[in-house]
């Protein structure tokens, strides 16, 4: 542990569970989130400060954590004059943890260099069951040097982290994980109705298949509850098409064809529009119905 204080911006199911695991870790945290009675929670349950704008907690730290929901949510915290931006130190480093658009992340890493700071893009992959037990997985884009002073304190709630280069790697790693969570969950989807079909035993399938190279964290955690029809948990659907909408748009940027990826976008848009939007994504199956 070093003597490196931080701000995290953003308390949602994500971000509340990571500034926790910072203030545990002996980081003394900073916190603000839109909803200063989350905040305030947080504290009281948690110690550390509240901030009443992200510039007053970027003020008071060496490393800013962000965590929100999309590109324009982050940009509603970082510019402004009660943004992050006013308050970042020179030198300070500005961690951005939301999934965004890679044009986002050099965005960012600009405006951060212009006050003297750094930006890293960390995007995560583990959901609130990893947020909450300290094993995400970041992908960051950035600097070795500022990477090597943040890596310390993510480790307060990440078991894998690595720089995959230049700011914008970390966010274009980030959609790759995505869109192999697509396939795979289409997949699970074609597959589970063929073991129905054929009246297998599906938690039979799962311990039969999951050591095999059919094994995934997919299908060790959601074949079972797809089967009982059960999706009022996890990864919403709703998130998942912002994150694939990136995915598609970098990808045209690259003039790339995705169609594996454009077709489960396709039905993520058709269970949003019976209304399925908040299902875990593992709903992908309802559309083959």
């Given at each position: 542990?070093?003597?490196?204080?931080?701000?995290?911006?953003?308390?949602?199911?994500?971000g509340y569970p990571m500034a926790a695991h910072l203030q545990s870790g002996g980081y003394q945290t900073t916190v603000?989130?839109?909803?200063?009675?989350?905040?305030?929670?947080?504290?009281?349950?948690?110690?550390?400060?509240?901030?009443?704008?992200?510039?007053?907690?970027?003020?008071?730290?060496?490393?800013?954590?962000?965590?929100?929901?999309?590109?324009?949510?982050?940009?509603?915290?970082?510019?402004?004059?009660?943004?992050?931006?006013?308050?970042?130190?020179?030198?300070?480093?500005?961690?951005?943890?939301?999934?965004?658009?890679?044009?986002?992340?050099?965005?960012?890493?600009?405006?951060?260099?212009?006050?003297?700071?750094?930006?890293?893009?960390?995007?995560?992959?583990?959901?609130?069951?990893?947020?909450?037990?300290?094993?995400?997985?970041?992908?960051?884009?950035?600097?070795?040097?500022?990477?090597?002073?943040?890596?310390?304190?993510?480790?307060?709630?990440?078991?894998?982290?690595?720089?995959?280069?230049?700011?914008?790697?970390?966010?274009?790693?980030?959609?790759?994980?995505?869109?192999?969570?697509?396939?795979?969950?289409?997949?699970?989807?074609?597959?589970?109705?063929?073991?129905?079909?054929?009246?297998?035993?599906?938690?039979?399938?799962?311990?039969?298949?999951?050591?095999g190279a059919a094994g995934s964290w997919q299908m060790e955690n959601r074949l079972v509850t797809m089967d009982q029809?059960?999706?009022?948990?996890?990864?919403?659907?709703?998130?998942?098409?912002?994150?694939?909408?990136?995915?598609?748009?970098?990808?045209?940027?690259?003039?790339?064809?995705?169609?594996?990826?454009?077709?489960?976008?396709?039905?993520?848009?058709?269970?949003?529009?019976?209304?399925?939007?908040?299902?875990?994504?593992?709903?992908?199956?309802?559309?083959?119905?």
């Amino acid at each position: 542990m070093s003597n490196k204080t931080a701000a995290f911006i953003g308390l949602g199911v994500m971000g509340y569970p990571m500034a926790a695991h910072l203030q545990s870790g002996g980081y003394q945290t900073t916190v603000y989130n839109r909803s200063s009675e989350k905040a305030q929670q947080w504290q009281q349950q948690h110690g550390g400060k509240q901030a009443a704008t992200p510039a007053e907690a970027a003020a008071a730290a060496d490393i800013v954590f962000v965590c929100v929901g999309n590109d324009q949510d982050v940009r509603s915290v970082v510019y402004g004059d009660q943004g992050i931006l006013a308050g970042l130190k020179e030198g300070g480093i500005l961690v951005d943890h939301t999934t965004t658009s890679a044009t986002l992340a050099l965005e960012l890493a600009a405006a951060c260099a212009e006050k003297g700071a750094q930006f890293i893009d960390a995007p995560v992959s583990g959901g609130q069951a990893g947020a909450e037990n300290g094993k995400l997985t970041v992908m960051c884009g950035g600097q070795q040097s500022s990477f090597a002073t943040a890596m310390p304190l993510m480790q307060s709630y990440a078991q894998q982290i690595q720089l995959l280069g230049e700011n914008g790697q970390g966010q274009r790693c980030k959609m790759v994980n995505q869109i192999c969570i697509a396939g795979v969950l289409q997949g699970l989807s074609e597959a589970l109705k063929l073991a129905q079909s054929a009246n297998l035993s599906i938690p039979q399938v799962v311990d039969t298949l999951k050591h095999g190279a059919a094994g995934s964290w997919q299908m060790e955690n959601r074949l079972v509850t797809m089967d009982q029809d059960s999706f009022d948990f996890g990864f919403a659907v709703d998130w998942m098409r912002k994150d694939l909408g990136i995915c598609l748009e970098e990808a045209a940027r690259h003039q790339l064809q995705l169609p594996l990826t454009q077709d489960v976008d396709n039905r993520y848009q058709q269970l949003q529009q019976q209304g399925m939007g908040r299902m875990d994504t593992s709903s992908l199956v309802k559309s083959l119905n």
